[in-house]
């Protein structure tokens, strides 16, 4: 049963990055992952006061690679994650406030290429748990749609 502090939203929301400016991405809701993920088109370790970061760059809408973001973050882990496809890869794993609608968390994200994915990021369950529950039919019920985010 749905509890008061848990918002259901659809299988493909429009989420929002705040500690990187006003980014706003299309992600698709994935319960199958773990752990959600990013795409960024290049990234570069580095080292910052003695502690690994990590740089990188967003293209955060689908299709315009004319929009472009630059990002940097303190890494928090790499990780051999294995995608849908079978396919493993090392990760950076960096840790960053995201916001759906009014609901406003911390999540692990993993950095990965997806350019040729439909969407810049997977929102997995273990960010998804205890905050939402999905509707599979539904799309953009936080608002905006599939072309436009929320205003």
């Known amino acids: 049963m749905p509890t008061n502090k848990m918002s259901i939203?659809?299988?493909?929301?429009?989420?929002?990055?705040?500690?990187?400016?006003?980014v706003i991405t299309k992600a698709k809701v994935d319960t199958g992952a773990r752990t959600s993920a990013l795409h960024a088109y290049y990234v570069e370790p580095f080292t910052k006061a003695g502690m690994p970061w990590v740089r990188?760059?967003?293209?955060?809408?689908?299709?315009?690679?004319?929009?472009?973001?630059?990002?940097?973050?303190?890494?928090?882990?790499?990780?051999?994650?294995?995608?849908?496809g079978g396919h493993r890869e090392m990760r950076y794993v960096i840790t960053t406030a995201v916001q759906l609608g009014e609901t406003r968390f911390n999540a692990e994200i993993t950095l990965t290429d997806r350019e040729t994915m439909r969407f810049r990021m997977l929102l997995g369950r273990t960010a998804l748990k205890t905050r939402f529950l999905v509707n599979c039919n539904r799309s953009f019920m936080l608002g905006g749609n599939a072309s436009h985010p929320p205003e």
């Open 9 to 22: 939203i659809g299988w493909r929301e429009w989420v929002s990055l705040p500690d990187f400016g006003p």
């Open 56 to 84: 990188f760059g967003l293209h955060p809408l689908q299709g315009d690679l004319d929009t472009a973001v630059d990002c940097e973050a303190p890494v928090v882990d790499r990780r051999q994650v294995t995608d849908s």
